[in-house]
């Protein structure tokens, strides 16, 4: 059986592209502050979400509901609707992060299937069991900061599913615990969706350099006639020692698809794909590529090689803390 294809929708659109793809499951949030994609343009209202799921529904496949930032002290009620709203318009799970609203869930929903989010960074088996006997968890999406060895270890001592990301946007800290980003810019990844918002980012010409800053602080500067990349501080240019480059990361996307066949071997259930902000069209190629891979990987056929190669961050991908081939 192949591994559930878990695919990114930031619009109505996107959502409809990413089914006729093939996504076996889809996932996306309401166009409010309980999303941590809560972008201008982005997003469902409840009717949109409602029509959606009835779609997906309609063509065999799942929708999943994020409701995955910490509620605000005093503005509980906005969580707590979602999660109403998520229910009465048939989503088949919700991905939460905060103690308070998974708690709340369990208790006012108990009907309405619970995933922890990555931001909750849940990344040992006692976390994860935590979770589920206090909660009702059915399945953790994990950080990705673990090798697949480390994930193999933990689904033997788990009786939830376990969700991993396998392409796009790379966090190379534990999620929910990025402290650099938020010290840079003033605003929390886990509320306010970006580690870089694009409003605290601002390039400078330098004399013969193009200087990328974030918040204040510069994080790469680059020939003129070269590619900038975007200034992330986990992918930023640091001095340690005598050493100068790219510490933790470099600028490039996570494409795990070669994993696949290790990763099902580890006993993972579902493979997630990252890009809510992306265009249809994007999602809608990722989709069909990644939907040949698993059915090859589930049939015990080679899966297609250098399919995705074109759509990574700067033309280059790793396999991030997968295979610890990071520095």
Same mark, same amino acid.
């Given at each position: 059986m192949a591994m559930e294809l878990v695919c990114p929708a930031g619009t109505p659109s996107a959502l409809r592209a990413a089914v006729?793809? #093939?996504?076996?499951?889809?996932? =996306?949030?309401?166009? !409010?502050?309980?999303?941590?994609?809560?972008?201008?343009?982005?997003?469902?209202?409840?009717?949109?979400?409602?029509?959606?799921?009835?779609?997906?529904?309609?063509?065999?496949?799942?929708?999943?509901?994020?409701?995955?930032?910490?509620?605000?002290? #005093?503005?509980?009620?906005?969580?707590?609707?979602?999660?109403?709203?998520?229910?009465?318009s048939g989503a088949d799970a919700v991905i939460l992060a905060d103690i308070g609203l998974l708690a709340h869930a369990a208790e006012h929903h108990p009907g309405l299937r619970r995933h922890l989010s990555v931001q909750a960074a849940a990344a040992n088996p006692d976390?994860?069991? *935590? &979770?589920?006997?206090?909660? #009702?968890?059915?399945r953790v999406?994990?950080?990705?900061?673990l090798t697949v060895a480390e994930i193999a270890a933990i689904n033997r001592e788990i009786d939830v599913e376990t969700e991993v990301f396998v392409f796009g946007g790379l966090c190379v800290m534990a999620e929910?615990? =990025?402290? *650099?980003?938020? &010290?840079?810019?003033g605003k929390s990844p886990n509320m306010n969706g970006v580690c870089s918002p694009a409003s605290h980012v601002v390039y400078a010409e330098e004399g013969s350099e193009l200087a990328a800053r974030l918040g204040g602080f510069t994080i790469h500067r680059t020939k003129k006639d070269q590619p900038a990349p975007y200034p992330t501080l986990c992918k930023g240019c640091f001095t340690s020692e005598d050493q100068t #480059?790219?510490?933790?990361? !470099?600028?490039?996307? *996570? !494409?795990?698809?070669? *994993?696949?066949?290790?990763?099902?071997?580890?006993?993972?259930t579902a493979l997630k794909i990252e890009?809510?902000?992306?265009?249809?069209? &994007?999602?809608?190629?990722?989709?069909r590529n990644f939907r040949a891979a698993v059915e090859a990987v589930a049939?015990?056929?080679?899966?297609?090689?250098?399919?995705?190669?074109?759509?990574s961050e700067g033309q280059a991908a790793t396999t991030g803390a997968y295979a610890k081939t990071w520095r």
């Open positions: 006729e793809a #093939g996504a076996h499951t889809i996932y =996306c949030g309401f166009a !409010d502050e309980t999303n941590a994609r809560n972008f201008p343009g982005l997003n469902f209202s409840q009717e949109e979400m409602a029509e959606s799921i009835a779609f997906a529904h309609g063509r065999g496949a799942k929708v999943l509901v994020a409701i995955n930032t910490f509620p605000r002290a #005093g503005a509980e009620p906005l969580w707590h609707r979602a999660l109403a709203n998520a229910e009465s976390a994860i069991n *935590l &979770y589920a006997q206090a909660f #009702g968890v059915k999406v994990l950080p990705r900061v929910g615990r =990025c402290s *650099l980003s938020s &010290y840079a810019t #480059g790219h510490i933790f990361e !470099d600028p490039v996307s *996570l !494409d795990a698809s070669k *994993l696949i066949p290790a990763l099902a071997r580890a006993g993972v890009g809510r902000q992306r265009s249809r069209a &994007y999602v809608a190629e990722v989709v049939a015990g056929r080679p899966m297609p090689e250098g399919m995705l190669a074109r759509l």
